[in-house]
């Protein structure tokens, strides 16, 4: 017979009606205080005790540790120094019955209190990679790692992760006390650290005056602050998050953004969070993990991804408005020196992206050429565009133009503008060069960020396992 003791004070037996019915048994003879475990001896994962009653031995206790020593001390919910969430997926591919493959050996190595943003188009297979790190749907291939330990056969209840839906789902019929409480309740944690679980988590999401009431008499941004409450009681080593915020309007959206944001500061922890919003994802990552067909097409910061996009895809999913992109451009080579041929323009590229060239022994090709409408200054120029729509934003004017068969979109701060930038005009822009991406015109990929290595394995962490 062996007993679990699994997590902060919840007890799993084995044989837990008659461990337990002995237990009754002895504490209405005797009491509970005279009863009295005695450690034996302690293994990596294990810890042996024999319960003592009056110096008699009457069972022994294997206790199974399943969280830190740090965890099991700790004086409140968020006292975690020393608790370690690093999470690793290793070649994670997910084929469902249908013979779909949904996700494509993604390789990603989460460190501790990072957060990470899955983003990405609908169907790209963000839920379900998420979903197989919450355990909710076998992993077909690859290997799952949290803190160390591999979970690709753990039960979703022991890999002591919290995920938040898109429909948050709260019981109707319970007050939101309830609701919070609920999980803690199943795991049989005493109602007094219950109570102050949900005190300080309450508080910490400012739905402490709403404790009371049912979720129907909530808004819609008071119901999702419940549901993050929900999983925070439990103290996840890992919060999962799937599109938590899609189905407020957009002003709450901003609003809980930047309660994430400052909620993550105060509960840190590792954190996956899906969405298929860009801004979202640019705002609240450390890293994101860019996602198309099932595939990662990079992992980066969200700076590394605005300047380094390594193929098309990436650079048109990130930044807003969108990139631009001049089809029919050339990268020529002449005496050595690397040019962006754009609408029969020629700009000389930057050292940097010389040197990147000449590393690759590039040769001259018909590219993509992508520049940013924050990147567009306009005035002078080799380039011209007429102006189709202008829109003044008051900082900025977003600007749509036709320059030949290419639509341009610029971004033109007002502060210092001299050029005229209304309907009809036709303006002279320009680009610095060193902000012009080359994509090759056949395959997509950046000509100096893409790196055959990384995308061989997906990912550029790949190299290190
Ligand atoms: N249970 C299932 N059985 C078969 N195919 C599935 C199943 N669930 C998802 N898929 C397929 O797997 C792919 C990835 O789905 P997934 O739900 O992970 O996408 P997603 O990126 O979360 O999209 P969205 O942004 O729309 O939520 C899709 O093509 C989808 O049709
Ligand atoms: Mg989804």
């Not at 690793?88 to 494509?104: Q, S």
Request: hydrophobic share 40%.
């Amino acid at each position: 017979m062996m007993n679990h003791f699994n997590g902060a004070g919840s007890l799993h037996y084995m044989d837990g009606v008659h461990t337990r019915r002995r237990l009754c048994q002895h504490r209405m003879a005797h009491g509970a205080a005279a009863w009295r475990p005695v450690v034996m001896r302690s293994g990596p994962n294990t810890h042996i005790y024999n319960v003592i009653y009056e110096d008699v031995f009457i069972f022994r206790i294997f206790v199974s540790i399943k969280r830190s020593p740090v965890r099991r001390l700790g004086g409140g919910p968020f006292v975690r120094a020393e608790l370690m969430s690093e999470v690793i997926l290793k070649g994670i591919k997910k084929i469902y019955d249908n013979k779909v493959t949904a996700v494509h050996d993604v390789n990603l190595k989460i460190a501790d209190k990072e957060f990470i943003v899955l983003v990405g188009p609908s169907g790209c297979g963000k839920s379900t990679t998420l979903r197989m790190v919450a355990g909710l749907e076998d992993i077909s291939e690859g290997e799952l790692y949290i803190d160390g330990n591999l979970m690709n056969d753990i039960v979703p209840k022991d890999r002591d992760i919290a995920m938040v839906f898109q429909n948050y789902a709260l019981y109707p019929h319970m007050t939101v006390r309830d609701n919070m409480a609920f999980a803690l309740k199943l795991k049989r944690t005493p109602k007094s650290e219950i109570d102050a679980k949900v005190k300080e988590v309450a508080n910490i999401l400012g739905i402490t005056q709403y404790l009371d009431r049912k979720p129907k008499a909530l808004s819609g941004g008071q119901r999702q602050r419940v549901a993050i409450g929900r999983a925070m009681v439990r103290n996840p080593k890992v919060f999962l998050m799937d599109e938590p915020l899609s189905n407020l309007d957009a002003k709450l959206r901003n609003e809980m953004r930047a309660e994430i944001i400052k909620l993550r500061q105060r509960i840190d922890t590792t954190f996956m969070y899906v969405t298929h919003d860009q801004t979202e994802a640019m705002t609240l990552a450390d890293r994101i993990v860019i996602m198309k067909d099932g595939y990662v097409h990079q992992i980066g910061t969200p700076q590394e991804l605005f300047n380094s996009p390594v193929n098309l895809f990436v650079a048109g999913f990130i930044g807003m408005p969108v990139m631009n992109f001049f089809k029919g451009s050339k990268l020529l080579l002449e005496d050595g020196v690397y040019y962006a041929e754009i609408r029969g323009e020629k700009f000389k590229l930057s050292d940097f992206q010389q040197k990147a060239l000449k590393s690759k022994d590039q040769k001259p090709a018909a590219i993509t050429a992508g520049v940013r409408p924050q990147h567009i200054t306009v005035g002078e120029g080799k380039l011209t565009a007429k102006i189709e729509v202008s829109e003044m934003m008051g900082t900025e004017y977003n600007i749509h133009a036709s320059s030949g068969d290419d639509e341009v979109v610029m971004v033109i701060p007002t502060v210092g503008l001299d050029a005229d930038v209304s309907m009809g005009t036709t303006v002279k822009f320009d680009v610095a060069p060193e902000l012009i991406q080359l994509f090759d015109e056949e395959t997509g990929n950046n000509l100096i960020w893409y790196d055959e290595e990384s995308a061989k394995a997906n990912a550029p962490e790949c190299a290190k396992y």
